[in-house]
């Protein structure tokens, strides 16, 4: 793995340009070591609650609390379990509480440190203490670094559905340390390059030709990873100073996400078959499969998407998936439950082709049935 | 009492200009039976969860589902325990399960029937189900329909303090009804008076004599009560414009609510021997009493807010608060507690005169606890 030196290697900074909230996202490696640094330059606040979980506090916590520390900061730690089923009011209430415990004021902060899960619950707790508490968000995965870290949304679960309960909140400051995605699976690292090959697809076709010729070298962990991070950020940072309560255009972000939570409900959001970016990874390619099917775009469209993610090691087909056969009944049952249904009909991203994402808010769900159990019956191998 | 006829008595509409967030609070006799009608023009949604508790919905659950029905519009209540101790995650967390089972979406609504208690907890309920949903305020008692229903502020309280977690969550529509208040005992409509007059001090010299010349007709229940409701919704309304998230002026609306707060806090938040209203009748009193001992305005300015309040039946005075005695060390200590506390230093509202309230954030600490053990010390007996 090519080394990154933190010395030489320059920190971008994308501005998400929200007026009186406007903040800045960092991206570049070592930044968890002067944390305390970036904060205090922008911060008053001299107390701090950092929110993690079992699995990245043994990782990044020291560094972090000793950064802060030299700032004069006080920090107090707050560690969950790690995992999904942490998303909950369950866990959310003890953090709140922990949270006004530790006398956090207008000026002070909660951090975020950690992949989405720890991002959404601490982003929520931040959202309600004090009606609204200022928050940090220090992601550890690539995933949160390119989308759940940025944009405001928070949340938890309830048993309901995912995300029904949260607030918008956004952060004061992002500060996405690429150093610390050398800790994570191989499998982790491509659910979140999902996310990225995601804003190529809904509006950059440049962005995703680059993707295609530069994927090895993100995945190697040089500048080109940093480069991909940045252009995620700013693709999203777009959208979100567009429309930051998805009353319009940030609803393109659910590109590949309709099919996806579907599929992540429909295998019990179990990780050992499926993980986020690994739904949204075959939901982006069956969007494109259902867009030409409905003659919106060509099939040589969806067969060049699916070919990148194969090739980053993405699945793309349901068959992948590990486990019972899933059946198109139970997949339109969830995608019916899923939160995104506008009085009873179906809205899905679907596009033109690579690039040229749209809402449809009128997508007969007889043609989305049809068109699974078609998928499901030709025995959905690749090059089926 | 002075009966209202709801068909001839005109119903007031206050605009709250919160662009587009921007509602109309309608003040009036009768809005309850008419509340399918004026929600019906203003929102598309066909279903609604209505929460209310189990003094209130006896009352008027009925009429309120009869006429949503009338309009095509599906009910759903929720019926929480009455009083303060219903403002708790153990009381919010199954009411967000009830109205996301209801299936609410985003067009749909939730609404709030009673006093402050519901309206605070329905509130943040709506902000956070859907990271936002609608919300109508139905509030009645008189310190809802002139204070908490307008503005925007929403939550429960934590074992460490009152209103410590919340969103600000904006009404799409704020129905007074007038009548409701005929139900109320004299205790509970003098506690809400005493935010009415609170308007008149803060900045409108001309309504608090308007109010001590005209106080016996708004306790009767003639056009005056509608009247004092409507300028008392029209002041608030101003100051929420100005400052929604009390970055500044917002905070003059906490007008003899530090002292306030440190008295419920001091009598265990006792319903017999204090409520909220009579903490600020006492807490406004103490306001204008310091500020005339620190020399911003003459003490004949206090004396006439004591007159006023103590006409109207409400208490002035630390020593009329009924059980054991308090100290002047326990209500500092509750002072340092109040959310209020700005990096250790005291926020409080004080006054040049009656309608001249100003905030002052640097005030002694030390001339505060000499003021109340004074206040104590002289018996603190009317004209003492």
Request: proline share 5%; hydrophobic share 45%.
């Amino acid at each position: 793995m090519e080394q990154q030196d933190p010395e030489t290697t320059p920190v971008r900074t994308i501005r998400v340009e929200l007026g009186a909230r406007a903040y800045d996202i960092l991206i570049g490696p070592g930044l968890i070591g002067t944390a305390g640094l970036e904060i205090a330059l922008r911060l008053k606040g001299r107390r701090m609650a950092i929110v993690s979980d079992e699995n990245v506090a043994p990782l990044y916590l020291a560094p972090l609390v000793e950064s802060l520390t030299a700032q004069g900061i006080e920090a107090t730690p707050v560690i969950l379990p790690a995992g999904e089923k942490t998303k909950s009011f369950e866990h959310l209430v003890p953090v709140v509480e922990s949270i006004i415990g530790a006398r956090i004021e207008r000026n002070d902060a909660v951090i975020a440190l950690g992949g989405g899960v720890i991002g959404d619950l601490a982003g929520f707790a931040a959202g309600i203490v004090r009606r609204g508490s200022r928050f940090i968000q220090i992601p550890t995965s690539l995933l949160a670094q390119v989308d759940s870290s940025v944009g405001g949304k928070t949340g938890i679960n309830s048993p309901q559905g995912k995300n029904l309960v949260g607030v918008f909140h956004q952060p004061d400051l992002v500060l996405a340390d690429t150093a610390a995605l050398d800790s994570l699976t191989p499998r982790e690292f491509r659910a979140g390059y999902a996310e990225v090959a995601k804003y190529g697809l809904i509006d950059r076709p440049e962005f995703f030709a680059w993707l295609e010729a530069h994927w090895r070298e993100i995945f190697s962990g040089g500048e080109a990873r940093i480069e991909a991070i940045a252009a995620s950020c700013a693709a999203k940072a777009e959208v979100v100073v567009a429309d930051e309560r998805e009353n319009g255009r940030r609803a393109l972000l659910n590109l590949g996400h309709t099919f996806g939570h579907a599929l992540e409900a429909a295998t019990q959001y179990d990780s050992a078959r499926l993980v986020h970016g690994e739904g949204v990874s075959i939901g982006m390619v069956l969007a494109h499969r259902f867009s030409a099917r409905m003659n919106l775009a060509g099939i040589e469209e969806a067969e060049r998407v699916e070919r990148h993610l194969r090739a980053v090691g993405l699945p793309t087909r349901i068959a992948e998936i590990p486990g019972p056969a899933l059946s198109a009944e139970r997949l339109m049952e969830a995608i019916a439950q899923d939160k995104k249904v506008k009085s009873g009909q179906l809205t899905f991203i679907l596009t033109h082709g690579i690039g040229r994402a749209f809402i449809a808010d009128d997508v007969p769900g007889s043609e989305v049935l049809s068109f699974l159990t078609e998928q499901l019956r030709a025995g959905d191998a690749p090059g089926a």
